[in-house]
Every structure is written in C-alpha cells, then in structure tokens.
C-alpha cells in the first residue's frame, strides 16, 4: 500500500483516532505531498491526556520485569517492520534507506538496551531505631515532544525510559515527518495496554498546547535551543520536569600530528551525515596550520565522491534539506558568505529544481565572528579554520553560548584526553564522532540543554525522588 492512499490516525487510548482536521506531508526530495496527517484539535489532546492519566495507575503498579517486556515488544515491532517503515521514513525524512533502517533500528536498540536499567534503592538508614530507603518513583504523564532529523530513535530516547519508569506517554512527533511515527502507533495498538503510549500530529499550535497542559507532568523535548527557551518558560506555569536536548555549535579540534589520509572521511562524515542536520555534527572544523592545506585538499577531494539526490535511489549517500523552512536558513547563511567574500572550496551554489537540496560546501577559514562560524547551520555547510595556538584554540571552540559536543583528532591520546577536559561540552569524542550509547549519558552544558538523556542518569530523569523512614516498633 503506497504512502499517497494510506490514511493515518493518531493513536489515543489504544484506538485509532482521525484529527480535527489534516495537513500535507511533503517528501524533501521532490516537494510532491506523499501523505496527510491528523490535525489533533485541542480536545482531542485532552482525550489523549485523559487517556494517559487513566492508565497511569496500572501500569505504575506494574512490576518492572512486565514494563521491561513492553519495552522488548516495541523492539521488536520497530525490528519486524523495518523494510516498510524505512521507505515510509526516507518518503518523508529525505535521509537514504540505510540510513532510515539505522534509524529505525537504533530505536529498537535503544529499547532493548534501556529495558535492561534497573531503578536503584539506596538505604539512607538501618538501625535499630529506624529505616530510611529513597526510591525513584514515576512523574505520571509525560509530554515526549521528537524532532525531525531523526524521527524514531530520538522519540525513543523518551519513549523507552519515561515507560520503563513507570509513567504513561503522550508523544507528538515533527509535523514535517509525522508519518512514520503515526504508522509506529498503529502497529503498537495492542501491543501495549491501552493509553499508555499515545501519539498525536498537529501543527505549531500542538506543541505549546502540550507544554503548558495541566494535565501532563513532564515536558522532554529536543530541538532548537529557541524553542527549548519556550518550552522551559511554557513548563513554568505548572513546574514540570523537563528534559531539553537542544542545539549545539559543536568543534572539531584537528591537531598537527594526524594521519591526513586516514581522518579526511571521518571527519567528512563528523560534519556530513545526515546531511549536516545533526545537534551533535561537527559545525565548526579547527584545523592546525601544519596539516590545513592537506586536509583541505582531502576534504574536498572527498566530498566529489559523495553522492546526493533522493534517498529512495540506490548508491545515494546524502539527502536533501528535510524542510523549506531549514532550506531557506541554510542558503541564507551561504549567501551571507558570499556577500562578505569568503572563499568556496566546493559547493556554494543552488538550484531551481524541485527539492530542498544544497550541496556539500566548504568555506576556508572565515572570520571568527563570521555568521557561519558564529551559528548553528544544521546543514550540509562547514566552516574550516585555521590554528596554531592550543590556547586560542581551546577558547575559541568553547566561545559559544552551546554546549553540546566536540571532537579532537589526534595521535597522541593522552594529550587528547587533557584537551578534552578543558572543552565545555557535555561529550567529548576522541578520534571519532557522535558515538552515542544507551549506556551512557548525553546532555548538552549552557545553553544546549537541561537534563540527559541515556543510561541511569537519563532513566532518573523520569522519576521522582521519594524516600522513605520506617520507625520501627522496637524503638
């Protein structure tokens, strides 16, 4: 069954719901409308809170080795049917089938790996007068808010831990690539117990309406930092939790002593991936004055290689822009470039053609205070720099109201290692890049986020803390 016919409903309180009304969902690659989704009306979202609420108590009361099977059973579904999700999620993401499978498959991973997190009791007290334990307890409704870069395993970051913990969900993913996720909904339905994870699509008025319910106790939420600003104010009204993943500014700090030929399409691919559209991409590429004209050379040499169209073709490894509003950001930024004469090693240029597509483009050594070094551009646009001092270079990757990430590349490890503790980021990767772990817990320092995500940490996010005293009868 094609996308084009398929009708999707949202799912809430385990059946499938139409919205109040519907809006076009268009594929990147060519602008052309490949589905509609539901336009979920106000009421409709306090159905879908009414629906969680009422859920809440049963499954909280349900032991965590049942919880953890559900977590299992979503793993599972997102696994068994990843060959139609994937082309539902290029259809409307733009990334190439593989990458759609990674996403999907990540999801599943993501599942299976947090249902084997235990929520810890710690005895604060035993002694013969008294017994104090603290335990995690669940919030009860949470607000799971997914952006449109990587639809499913960042709706599973929420998804997985907020149910593992014991609390009900409520997840609206992007309106520009809400299909996938409505499709996940649909496969779900009896799967798990009705009203514990519903899903609803609208446009931008869904979001606030989410953030500001009474009804819901935690916002997590992952997109720009300007939205995240909205969100945490939104939230205030009623003193939700909240976790925000948001943007980052993330360097790259290339040292003297790499191997050129060896780190040229990793270091491609730290910037590139998803075409560029990645909080955790390397955005600003600091490269020492000794190995600059080399690896530049690489970079370009490389990026020639690289083939970019409509992810649904075989052999293509870079999509377009997921959206208009993105695309037109990202060409703004290049044409500010232009305006103020930076150097172009490759890309630059645009099309009339049908699609958000900008190619891979490499500006050499802008100004510091330029806009593209200066700003996140979620796009297949890097700015490379050059240094030749640790210092300034150490400050300048950290002279960014971000905090997300960064990368150094270098042969000597354990003088990576004392960079890295200098760097003002929530991760650091040595020698890689945007190696993420459900073992490990990731968040963004300043400006990029409150909270984690990931491991015990980002399972704690989902609980309150409750402790109990026993005073006991022989006292």
């Known amino acids: 069954m094609s996308s084009e016919t398929t009708t999707y409903t949202m799912t809430i309180g385990g059946k499938g719901v139409a919205g109040a009304g519907r809006f076009d969902v268009l594929n990147p690659a060519n602008e052309q409308v490949i589905g509609q989704a539901p336009d979920c009306s106000r009421e409709q979202l306090d159905q879908a809170v009414a629906a969680a609420r009422a859920a809440f108590p049963a499954w909280r009361a349900t032991p965590i080795a049942k919880r953890r099977e559900a977590l299992l059973a979503i793993a599972g579904t997102l696994a068994g049917n990843v060959e139609e999700l994937k082309r539902l999620l290029t259809a409307e993401q733009g990334k190439p089938h593989a990458d759609a499978m990674g996403d999907i498959l990540g999801g599943a991973y993501w599942c299976q790996a947090t249902s084997n997190l235990d929520l810890p009791v710690t005895v604060v007290e035993d002694t013969a007068e008294r017994r104090g334990e603290t335990r995690h307890v669940p919030i009860g409704v ?4 997914a952006p449109w870069n990587f639809p499913i395993i960042l709706a599973m970051f929420k998804v997985a831990p907020a149910l593992l913990a014991g609390n009900t969900v409520i997840l609206k993913p992007s309106p520009f690539t809400p299909l996938t996720t409505l499709r996940i909904g649909e496969l779900l339905r009896g799967v798990l117990p009705d009203g514990v994870l519903n899903i609803v699509t609208g446009g931008d008025d869904l979001g606030p309406w989410i953030t500001s319910h009474p009804g819901i106790d935690k916002v997590s939420f992952t997109g ?63 490269v020492h004055k000794d190995v600059y004209e080399p690896l530049k050379d690489a970079l370009v040499a490389y990026a020639k290689t690289v083939k970019m169209g409509d992810g649904a073709e075989q052999g293509v490894q870079m999509g377009p822009i997921q959206n208009r509003l993105q695309y037109q950001r990202v060409l703004d930024l290049i044409e500010d470039a232009k305006a103020n004469g930076y150097r172009f090693l490759i890309g630059g240029e645009t099309s009339e053609a049908p699609g958000y597509f900008v190619p891979v483009t490499i500006i050499d050594n802008p100004p510091e205070n330029s806009r593209i070094v200066q700003e996140e551009q979620f796009g297949p646009v890097l700015p490379l720099l050059k240094w030749d001092d640790l210092d300034d270079v150490v400050g300048k990757a950290n002279a960014t109201e971000y905090g997300l990430g960064g990368s150094i590349w270098s ?21 890689e890049s945007q190696h993420l772990s459900p073992l490990a817990a990731f968040g963004g320092q300043k400006q990029s986020g409150v ?21 006991k009868a022989a006292a």
């Open 411 to 431: 042969s000597d490890e354990q003088k990576a290692l004392d960079i890295a503790e200098r760097l003002a980021t929530g991760t650091v990767w040595i020698n």
């Open 224 to 286: 720009s930092t300007q939205t995240g600003r909205k969100v945490m104010q939104s939230a205030a009204a009623t003193l939700k939790r909240i976790t925000l993943e948001l943007g980052g500014n993330d360097a790259a700090i290339v040292m003297p002593d790499v191997d050129v030929e060896k780190v040229a399409e990793q270091l491609f691919w730290a910037a590139f991936k998803n075409t560029g559209q990645i909080c955790i991409a390397t955005k600003r590429m600091y």
């Open 142 to 145: 949470v607000g799971a808010i």
């Open 451 to 471: 909270g984690v995500e990931g491991a015990l940490e980002g399972l704690l996010e989902y609980t309150n803390t409750q402790t109990v005293f026993l005073r």
